[in-house]
């Protein structure tokens, strides 16, 4: 079995600062952590791995001191690692993101087919989870999004069945492989690395891919050419200084309370009652 997990390396979310000026993210001086999400993701894929044997990729897009996050990757067990990384990148939005990734593991493929893809389900710094399913597309991969659970693979039918978590409930479904899943937070716990993967991970030579190495055909795709995202302002969340209105249910009826509380929100907002009735009446 070969699988690939996709990681990103991102800025401690803990510790990111607005810059008062500009409003832009200001990540100088802010430590870089391998994105939690895709912690699960690449714990997953070792559990297959201990199951079935085989290899574990890790791919991962970014600058040369991404290098640090794929070597931690290889600590927990991975088999080896490819960073994409080319100055012709910079800039990518998460359209551009997957199609550099999907070229990289079309490549990966002419070396072992690949039977799995795995990412996290979204990376803290974007939020977006929109890179797994983009891969899954371009490479014409079955798409498992939010998988809580793989309950069963078969390798010999060349079949996966897993638990997805939806709204009102889990769906399970089953499908073929080649696949690609997202993992859910909390759905395994990242074990500890021990020291004859330490060491490895010290001396284990991370490939490095430029553009023409991971395979891009298409140079107006990748980086700020191939991002049609524009972010017009980033901004940090303002503290409020008003506390909050405390509504005290003793001998009152939960319906004389909530009138109460709608009296005091259409007073500090006068327009607020007139457009209300104008959407309930539309």
Known sequence: MHIVVCIKQVPDSAQIRVHPVTNTIMRQGVPAIVNPYDLFALEEALRLKDQFGG???????????????????????????????????AGADTLATSYALAAAIRKIGQEQAVDLVFTGKQTIDGDTAQVGPGIAKRLG???????????????????????????????????????????????????????????????????????????????????????????SKVFGAKPRNERADMQVVEDSSVND????????????????????VERLSA
């Open 55 to 89: 290899r574990v990729t890790m791919l991962c897009m970014g600058p040369p001191q991404a290098e640090d996050a794929l070597r931690k990757c290889i600590s927990f067990g991975a088999t080896d690692a490819i960073l994409v990384t080319d100055r012709a990148f």
């Open 141 to 231: 991969m079955n798409l498992l999004t939010y998988v809580s659970r793989i309950v069963e693979v078969d390798l010999d039918k060349r079949r996966l069945k897993v638990e997805r978590r939806a709204e009102g409930g889990v769906q399970v479904l089953d499908t073929t492989l080649p696949s690609l899943i997202t993992m859910l937070e909390g759905t395994n716990e990242m074990r500890f690395a021990t020291m004859d993967d330490m060491l490895r991970a010290g001396r284990c030579p991370v490939r490095k891919w430029s553009k023409d190495d991971a395979g891009i055909e298409d140079v107006a795709k990748i980086g700020l050419k191939g991002s049609p995202t524009i972010v």
């Open 257 to 276: 309370v909530c009138l109460n509380l709608l009296q005091k929100i259409f007073t500090t907002h006068p327009t607020l009652e007139e457009e209300t």
